[in-house]
C-alpha cells in the first residue's frame, strides 16, 4: 500500500496539487477559455440542429480533406468547437472540460490555445497526406475519407494530455495515453485514430521544443507567475 501510494503521489501530485489550488482560490475564474470552449461547443450543437443553422456551421466549421487548403485553414479554428458526428454530445463537452480544464491550469491559456491548434491543425493535414499516400501505407487512408466532416476537439484533446502529462513528469499516465491511441488505430484503423497519433507526435514535438528553447534561455530565478513549461 505504501508503494502504491507512494507512486500515486509522485505521479498525481502534481497535477492534483496545481488543480485543486487553483479551483480552491480562483474558483471557476481559473478556466474561462475552458469554459467558453463548452459553451461554444453547446452553441455550435444546437445552431447546426436547427434548420436555418446547419449551413451556417458547415461553411464556418466543417472541414474536409478535399476542400482547397485555404478553406481548410479558415475553418480549422472553429471546427475544433464543432463536435465530431461520431462522438456524442456529452462526450465532446466532457472531454473539453476536464482535459482542457487541467491543461489551462497546468500549462496556462496561451500554450493551452497553441497545443491545441497546432494538434487540430497537424490532423486535418494527416489526413490529407494519408489520402495522398493511399491505403496500402500505415497512414494511408482511402479515396473516400476525402469527403469525410472532419471536426472535434479529440486531437487536441489528445495532444494537450500529453503535454500535460510530460509538463508534470507523469510519465506512465503519459505513455498509458498513447497506448491507447496506438490501441484504437490497431483495432480501428481511421482516420480519427490516426489523427489522434499524429496530434500526440505534434504535441510531443511542442514539448521537445520548447525544453530545447529554455535549455538556450537563461532562467530567471524567483519567477513563480510563469505556467509550468511544455517539456520537462
Sequence with gaps: MNTATSFARREWGPLYGAVQTALATRGWRAIPLTLASVCLIALLQ???????????????????????????????????????????????????????????????????????????????????????IGPDSAFGLPVSDAQVVDTGPSAAVAGLAVCVCVALRAWLTGALVILVMVIEVIVKPNMAGKEHLVAIGAALALCALAAILRRRRPSVSGDRSRPPPLGP
Design 46 to 132: 444546437i445552431v447546426q440542429n436547427q434548420s436555418w443553422g446547419r449551413g451556417f456551421v458547415q461553411d464556418v466549421g466543417f472541414v474536409r480533406a478535399q476542400d482547397p487548403i485555404w478553406l481548410a485553414l479558415l475553418r480549422t479554428p472553429l471546427s475544433l468547437f464543432v463536435p465530431a458526428p461520431s462522438l456524442p454530445l456529452w462526450g465532446a463537452l466532457a472531454q473539453v472540460l476536464l482535459v482542457f480544464g487541467i491543461a489551462e491550469i497546468c500549462l496556462g491559456r496561451p500554450r493551452t490555445l497553441l497545443v491545441a491548434y497546432v494538434c487540430t491543425l497537424t490532423g486535418t493535414f494527416c489526413a490529407r497526406f494519408g489520402i495522398a
